[in-house]
């Protein structure tokens, strides 16, 4: 899209303002940072330590090579678990008041294959505000021509096995932000509507760090590991289908599922909606009462509220969410939750065969 399109800015209803002041009202009541508390700092420590622990061990050859196989599948999930509680966070500034030390802990995306300043980009800027407009938002675009989720994408034929094929293609996305999506997105002119200008450091660390990557986990593995070349390239596809497979479903759950909208702009490029409503009709909760799955996710399973107020840590989103389930309902806006992960799982899959149907006629 060449525009860049606007939400509305009427000035009723006041639900947004209405929300943020008594989130805000909360805070202050109950005397509470929006960012990390201890425990939150406990969790960072937990993954990082679990991260960092697992590479050393496979690193060390102190285990049998049949133990480095399921080493490598934890590796992976503790990869996205960083990213989801400690790397997620900091990069929306919501982990430390201070900027030095979200920077700091923001810079452990480069270490799990990731660039910090394209997903700022893709994610903070573009997702978070176009989220689910197709054209604009690229979160949604998952294998374009292969993989339909809203009324305007593509028609293959193919397309009527989607809700059985994608979740193999999601356990490749991992593999895809290392080798491809970063370069690509970096490159790109444009991302959704954001003209990509990138500041000269931001050339050199793209490619700086991603060689660093390469080295600690393709190189220095194949050095000091004494297993042939084709049993490491069985692990590092296992680190990473881990990795790609945790980090997709969660995406997805989150956005793609029964009860979301993909709406799309008036002929003046204008959404209908004010940008807090939008939120709320384009994203979903799951597995909110679960606390395995707020304790792995990094909040990622409150969406709704993660939208509305990125830039608080996700260790507050459950006491939060009470405030915006309420408001929510005294403004006729829908608050769409999946009770378990299963039932999200679910419906994300009736959602692909859903779109998948149209494939059928082709």
């Known amino acids: 899209m060449s525009q860049k399109l606007k939400f509305s800015s009427a000035p009723s209803p006041h639900f947004y303002a209405t929300i943020r002041a008594r989130v805000e009202q909360f805070f202050n009541q109950h005397e509470l940072s929006r960012n990390a508390n201890a425990h939150m700092w406990g969790k960072t420590v937990f993954f990082l330590t679990g991260f960092a622990g697992l590479y050393i061990i496979i690193l060390s050859g102190v285990t049998p090579t049949w133990l480095l196989l399921p080493l490598a599948g934890a590796l992976g999930m503790f990869s996205a678990f960083v990213g989801f509680n400690v790397c997620h966070d900091a990069i929306h500034g919501a982990l430390s008041g201070n900027k030095k030390v979200n920077k700091l802990f923001g810079f452990i995306f480069n270490l799990i294959g990731a660039n910090p300043y394209v997903w700022s980009i893709t994610h903070n800027v573009v997702h978070h505000t ?17 993989i339909r989720i809203a009324e305007e994408d593509e028609v293959n034929a193919i397309q009527r096995f989607q809700h059985w094929y994608a979740f193999p293609l999601y356990s490749l996305a991992s593999l895809s932000w290392v080798f491809r999506k970063d370069y690509v997105k970096f490159f790109q002119k444009k991302i959704g509507a954001h003209q990509n200008i ?106 709704i509220e993660h939208h509305l107020f990125p830039k608080v840590c996700h260790i507050h989103y459950g006491e939060i969410s009470l405030i915006v389930k309420q408001t929510a309902l005294e403004f006729n806006l829908p608050y769409i939750e999946n009770k378990t992960f299963f039932s999200a799982l679910r ?16």
């Open 130 to 146: 176009y989220t689910n407009i197709p054209g604009h938002d690229e979160d949604i675009e998952v294998a374009p021509g292969l």
């Open 198 to 303: 990138h500041p000269k450091l931001e050339y050199f660390n793209l490619f700086f760090y991603k060689a660093l990557y390469y080295f600690l986990f393709i190189v220095l593995p194949l050095l000091v590991l004494d297993v042939s070349w084709w049993q490491f390239v069985i692990g590092f596809l296992v680190l990473h289908i881990t990795e790609g497979l945790t980090m997709g479903l969660v995406f997805q759950l989150a956005h793609v599922v029964e009860g979301t909208s993909f709406p799309l702009p008036n002929d003046s490029n204008c959404m209908e909606e004010a940008w807090a409503e939008h939120q709320m009709r384009t994203t979903a909760n799951f597995a909110t009462h679960n606390k395995v799955a707020a304790f792995f996710l990094g909040g990622l399973n409150r969406q």
């Open 347 to 362: 419906s994300h899959f009736v959602t692909l065969k859903r779109f998948g149907k149209e494939a059928e006629k082709v």
